[in-house]
Structures are given as structure tokens and as C-alpha cells.
């Protein structure tokens, strides 16, 4: 039975920068369920990224209720925070974010070494996750020596490798060939019906038919609903 | 920790290198600032350090070792007499004009003392001995005053107010704060340094066993009038302190000090702080993903850590070599491990204090700012 991951309530976001306001997201009741892979369309800057923020508890609501696995997240200090988004939420941001300083393998393991495995079984685990994305011989390398798919591939890898419930995935595929997207969307759909929630962002319609059920935002509204 | 620290480190060499100048220069200049302290105040209180008397007898006025004045020679008998007391050895100071065969000139501070007492003879000798001062004409010298010898010989002869003299005890580093010491008896340094016979600069005390430097002290303190009486190590500090705050010495060295970790602290701060900004992006992906705030406070700690051990590393050795060198120019004194244990809190202080602005900005950025 899927069961409810991840739950915004009369969620709303709203930006002020000097005298003008933005609503980046109106209210929006939405429910992320395990097994299931939910396609978020919409044009540039109608509140996708906002969206699956608010899901990932990297931004707070202005209004409303964000539950993460049923808690209730404003209510939880920075530690706590911290260690829901760490148990429970991969992230694969859209402009990839690999921490610059570190090496493509330190970058994978670093979740794990925050959860607090030894070093040893980290690296192992974030070298066995790598090979699965195809960049077994690309461990050292800085990101800033990866080609946009490679780190794209890297951030993929660093999402998944703590087995996370939630992943939430801004433009995933916007710097990979064909061949890389099939394989990319094929696992996270495999991952979905293993009972992960899987949230995609994305302008390409080829992904639509690997969705379980689609968003359209525009405005900062969910104009559209469907579920394939 | 410390392998993400490094990683940083190493990616953002040349900040890296720039915060570990700072540590470098500032604990390089307080430590050489400090030794120079060390080195003044050693010579200060040389005399008194030196002497092996337990009480150090002088006129009531006198507050320093430098600067004695004169007291009666009557009191000498007298001490004899008060109970603990073991010798009651008179010693002169005087100044005098020392002039060598080649012309040199120099002002010298005589010290005539007792024998065989000798309760403040030379220290640090390196060639002859204290017994070498009993023969007629002789005085002691050291080999850091004379710019003009190279070698200082036993035998050397030179003119003291006028009358010759020879030197027949050499010392390496047995220098005064007010300049020259040269050590003779107590007779030629009257003789020279024309002090009468009943005065005498101050009266040194050795104290009976089985009895306290201080008991006796109160006891002279209570019994005799226009005279003081001074455990050694006491007069020693009295003396320091009166030098210190005539001198601005003490003033000065402090405020050196204190804007040697001012400017270190600025230093480390703003490129530790310069080199967060730079990489705020990463902290805040690290915080997207998981890391709470006392993790990156710990990262940028770490990295402060590491700069400040390399810092003062360098540091440390840059000091030891300054004092070699400068043992040479006769200028002598010893870092204790008290004040390596300093150096290396000051070390932490600047570095992690540097380090607060950085760690106040990187706590405040969202995880949310991954996204711009
Ligand atoms: N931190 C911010 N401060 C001010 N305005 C913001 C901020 N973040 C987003 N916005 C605004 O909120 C609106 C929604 O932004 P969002 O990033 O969610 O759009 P998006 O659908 O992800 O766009 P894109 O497809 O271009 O990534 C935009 O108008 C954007 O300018
Ligand atoms: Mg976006």
C-alpha cells in the first residue's frame, strides 16, 4: 500500500525583496506518496523549484504546513532539521551544487559520513553507487574537471546513495544524452515502485512517460493534475 | 573533519596561505617582542638574581637594585647580631669611566664586593675565575661590551677612573640594565670609585639554617631605622616593578603585544571570512543535504586549527632562530615553557577568533541559497 511520504498544507511562499512581493507558491495542498513517480511541469519561474523546496525542507513556508513522514516540520529546530533532510530527502539540485573542494567520490560519500558510517564503508558504498552511474573511473576528479552530465550523474549518485524515502529531482536530465536518460529515469522508476516517492522537475516531455502522475504549475498554482 | 577542512584548505590555496602569514607574523612578532621583555627584565634584576645573598639589606628609600644610595657600614656590625643571621657582607656600586689601550671608552658600573664571601661575584664566567679578582688592579668585564675587542684576554690591561687596571675574570652575558658591570673588590671599587669607608651601597645577608629569610627580615624591619631589609626574591620583583613603570618598557611591549594579536586576529579574520564567502554555495549544499550548523561551524573551526598549528610551527622555529642570533649580539634569555605555553594560547585565540566572523556568516545562510 503506498503510504503518504510527504504532505504541504495550505503551503504558501511568498518572497519580498524591497517593496515588492512575489508569491512563489500560492497555497497548495499536495500529498507525495511512496510508489510513485510525480512529474512537476511548468514554465521558467512558475514555482516548480519552490515546490519541491518546501517538500525538501530547505525553504519554509510563509503560510501553511509542510509534514515530512508525518512531522510536522516547523516545529523542529536546526539540528532537527538537519537530520530529517539527511534521513529522509535526497536532493538532486538543479544547477548540480557538488561541493567545489571536494572530489567526485567525496562528494557521494559525504551524506554517508554525515549519517556517521566509517569512512571505509562509506567510500565503498559511495564507489558501488558511482559504478552504477557509470562514472567508476571518474572518483577523483574535482566537479569543476566533469563534463554538465558527469556532475549531473555525480549529484544523481549523491542523492540516491543514502537510500533516502523522498527524492526530489530539479531538472535531472537537462544535461544528459538519450541513452543516459533512459537509464537515469528507468532506475528512479524502479526506485519508485521499491516504495520511494520520486518528485521530478522538468520542461521534457519525453519524461512523461515514465511519470505515475503529472503537475502543471503556472503562476505559482497547480492548474493541472493527471494520474497515468 | 579535518579531511574536509584540508580539502577546503587545499582548494582555496593561496587564502590559505595568507591566513597562516598572519598566524606567522603576529606570533613570530609576540614572541620576539616577549623575549626582548624577558632579556630587560632579566637585566634589571641581574644583580639581585645573581647574588647569592638571602636578604638584601638597604637604605629605607632605595627601591631599586640599580640605584641603591648609601647606607652606614656601622650596620654591618649590627646585623652581625641579629639572631638567624649568618654573614653581613657589605658590597659598593660606583660609577666609573673605563678606557682601553685603543682608546674605547665606555661608563662602568663598579661593583666592589667582599672576599672570600664574594655573596655577589661574577656570573656566566668564562675564562679565569672570581679568585683571579683578589690580585691587585683587577676587575671583571664582560665580552659583549667591548665593540672594539674581539677577543677579551685575562691579563687585558685598561684604565679605570684613571688608575690602571687589568682584567682577570672574562664573563659572557653578566650584563646590568644600566649598562657595564665590572666586578672588583670592595676596596678597589672605593679606591676607584672614591666611596668612603664608612658607606657602603647595601649590606647582603646569608640567613642561619634552621632559620627563615623572613622572620629575619621583619626582625631587622622592626629593630633598625633608615635601613630595609629585602628577602632577595622580593627585591628582585620590587625592583623589576620600579624599572618597569619608569621605563614604558612594560607599556610598550603590552601594546605591541596587543596590536600584534590585533592585527593577526584581522588578518586571519577577514581571509578566513573572505575565503566562507567564497565557498558559501558549498556550505550551504552541505546544509541542504543534511549538515547542521555545529557540523560547519566544526569545518571552519578545523580549518582555523590547521592554519594555526602550521602558523605556529613556523613561528616557533622563526623564534628559535632569532634567539640564537641574537645570543650572539649578547643579547641572552630563555623562552620558558610557560611562554611557549602563551604563544600557543595566543595562537588559538587569534585563529579561532578569527574564525568566529567567518563561522557567524556561514550559521546564517540558508540551504535554501543552493538554489540561486
Ligand atoms: N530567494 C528568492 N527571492 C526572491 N524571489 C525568488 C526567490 N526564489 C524564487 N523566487 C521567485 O519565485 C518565483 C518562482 O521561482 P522558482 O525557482 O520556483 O521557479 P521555477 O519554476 O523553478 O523556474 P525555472 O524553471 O526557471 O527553474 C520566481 O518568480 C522567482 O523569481
Ligand atoms: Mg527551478
Known sequence: MPEVLARLEQAKKVYRTGDTTIVALDSTTLDIRSQELVLVEGPSGSGKTTLISLIGCVIYPTEGKVFVRNIHTSGLNDRQLSKLRLKNIGFVFQNFNLIAPFSALDNVAFPLRLMGKSGREAYKEARQQLEKLGLADRGKNLPRELSGGQKQRVAIARALVANPRILLCDEPTASLDHDSLKKIMTELRNLSQEGKAVVVVTHDPRLEEYADRIIRVEDGRIVDEVTG | MFRQALQFINYDKPKAFGATLGVLVAIFLIGQQAGIFIFLTSLMTSLVDNSKADIWVVNDKARDANRLGTLDMRYVQELKSVPGVDIASPLVLAGASAKLQNGEQLPVQLIGVEAPE?????????????????????????????????????GEPLEVNGVRSYVRTVTRGARGFGGTLMVTTINQARKLGKVPVYKASAILLTVQPGFSADSVVAAINRNFFGVRAWEREAFSRQTRQENLSNSGIGTSTFTLIIFAIISGMVIIGLTLYSAAIERLNDYATMKAIGASNAYVTRIILAQALLIATVGFAMAAGLLVAFQRGIANAGVLFNYGSMLWVGLLLATLFLSLGGALLAIFRIRKVEPASVFR
Do not use: C, M, Q, Y
Open chain 2, 118 to 154: 664574594f655573596l655577589l661575584e661574577p656570573w656566566r664566567v668564562v675564562k679565569g675565575s672570581k679568585f683571579g679578582l683578589l690580585s691587585n688592579g683587577a676587575v671583571s668585564a664582560d665580552v659583549f661590551d667591548f665593540k672594539s675587542i674581539d677577543t677579551l684576554r685575562i
